[in-house]
């Protein structure tokens, strides 16, 4: 075997294992997305909300502070579940 085919032998034996390592990176994606919409479905259930009222939460980006005490902590990042929101002059820039 000369050196050209060895080189060429150890570059297909990288791209087997680039392949492989692809379909288990693609394998542990689908994995942690089953188990952030897992965590999220719990996070809305322990709400116990209503329809109605999980719609009106989602169009206001936060819970009254009665309700969000009652979601555990693990289930949801605190800043983003409390953001308020802006008014109209916090997002015009000074116009003087």
């Known amino acids: ?3 050209l085919e060895k080189i060429e ?3 297909q ?3 087997e294992k680039i392949t492989q390592y692809q379909s288990r990176l693609k394998e542990l994606d689908e994995q942690r997305t089953e188990q952030e919409n897992l965590q999220i ?3 809305v259930r322990a709400l116990q ?3 109605d009222e999980l719609a009106a939460f989602l169009l206001m980006g936060k819970l009254p502070p009665q309700e969000a005490a009652a979601v555990p902590h693990e289930l949801y990042s605190h800043k983003k579940m409390h ?3 802006t008014t109209e002059s916090e997002d015009k820039p000074n116009e003087e």
């Open 13 to 15: 034996k990288i791209r």
């Open 41 to 43: 479905v719990q996070a």
């Open 83 to 85: 953001k308020e929101p």
């Open 49 to 51: 909300l209503t329809r």
């Open 9 to 11: 032998q150890k570059m």
């Open 1 to 3: 075997m000369t050196k």
